[in-house]
């Protein structure tokens, strides 16, 4: 079946044949989102950003304002992360909520242009761009990079008066992790921008470790995922070197696919399937690559509220509890909240509480109120 996305100029790769700035917008056009509740007037946008390594590299995504708005202008900027939603085809986020398909995270989008922010969601390196793939699924720097430089374009569109517009940050699962390594790398990457804080549920904190855990059962599709995204992010090191033949293979069927599709492909699929040894995440290029992607290194500037589930089957809570372990030992402003729910409950349930803690981040800029002392864990 074509890809719907290959037929859409919009989303071809454009030739960088100069070094565009990071954030600056080469191609944008309007569209409707007809399955969002609460959305005005929307842009496509095809922006300039940076790979992990610092390569430019074109990325999409899409911009939506909201109906009405309690705030003077500018009005606020959502970075809004979704969860994974594929290594390709045509299910990344700014087609979705603008075609006939449901975007699955629709909902909290709503939540927040019902507060009358802007939201922005990206779709990521690799994904939505024709030619560019697969999706860099699990490379941090690149997710933040994608974040960052997606407010940046939001604040450069003409049709918008949002050159001095406080951002926020918010994700759930792998979008929790692309918001806490926007949140590190801020400061360094996108200094002039005013972020204000940052929600993230569920956080990929350790992919090392989860690709491990859930290696061979119903979510072993994810490691795959996980194996092909980072092989992608990491292409000048020969990282290729741990797979069989028929692993090569695999991965070329498997690097089109959406996340359902790899859930049912490789339900219950080892790694060591398509490896050269059965436990690849082990292997010392690997190790070094795996260790490179783990969050809680650098302390964020600015308040972090995590949250995650206790009965979580997919992202171990362990992970998101040791995540604000290493933030609070960092001196970071970060608070806690567990949910006595699922991976899926936790998502809705927790919600509410990250929308609150991101209207109140917008309410101070960063350094002008004092640190509150970092809250002890909690459970609902």
């Known amino acids: 079946m074509t890809d719907p996305a290959a037929l859409d100029g919009f989303y071809s790769s ?36 940076r790979t992990a390594f610092s390569a430019p ?36 986020p700014s087609q979705l909520l603008a075609g006939e398909r449901t975007e699955p995270e629709t909902g909290f989008i709503t939540t927040a242009l019902e507060r009358g922010w802007t939201v922005a ?3 990521g390196h690799g994904l939505g761009m024709t030619g560019l793939g697969p999706h860099q699924f699990l490379a941090g720097r690149a997710a933040a990079h994608a974040v960052l430089d997606l407010a940046r374009a939001v604040r450069a569109l003409p049709e918008l008066d949002s050159a001095q517009a406080p951002c926020t940050v918010w994700g759930y699962a792998d979008g929790g992790r692309g918001a806490v ?37 119903r979510w072993a599709g994810l490691g795959l995922a996980g194996l092909i995204g980072l092989g992608r992010a990491y292409t000048h090191l020969p990282v290729g070197h741990i797979l069989t033949d028929d692993g090569h293979r ?45 969050s809680g290194r650098v302390a964020p500037q600015v308040p972090v509220h995590l949250y995650h589930g206790t009965e979580d089957a997919l992202v171990p809570a362990a992970m998101g509890r040791g995540l604000f372990a290493e933030y609070r030992a960092l001196g970071v402003d970060v608070s806690w909240r567990e949910y006595a729910t699922s991976h899926i409950g936790t998502a809705t349930d927790g919600a509410a509480e990250a929308i609150a803690r991101l209207a109140s981040y917008l309410l101070h800029r960063p350094g002008t109120a004092a640190r509150p002392a970092p809250p002890s864990p909690q459970t609902t």
């Open 14 to 49: 454009p030739a960088l044949d100069f070094t565009p700035r990071p954030g600056e917008i080469l191609r944008r056009r309007t569209v409707a989102t007809p399955r969002l509740d609460g959305g005005n007037r929307a842009w496509q946008l095809v922006y300039a950003t």
């Open 57 to 92: 590299i074109p990325a999409s995504g899409i911009v939506i304002t909201p109906h009405t708005t309690e705030f003077a202008r500018p009005s606020p900027i959502l970075v809004y992360c979704t969860a994974f939603h594929g290594l390709g085809g045509h299910c990344a």
């Open 121 to 123: 969601v990206p779709d």
């Open 181 to 217: 390594w926007a949140a590190e790398q801020q400061p360094q990457y996108a200094p002039e921008l005013d972020l204000r804080g940052v929600a993230a549920g569920a956080v990929v904190a350790d992919p090392g470790a989860l690709i491990a855990e859930i290696d061979g059962g």
């Open 250 to 294: 695999t991965i070329e069927q498997a690097r089109e696919l959406d996340a359902a599709a790899l859930l049912v492909t490789y339900r219950n699929e080892p790694l060591g399937r398509w490896c050269e040894r059965p436990d690849p995440w082990n292997d010392p290029l690997w190790r070094y690559v795996l260790a490179n992607e783990t």
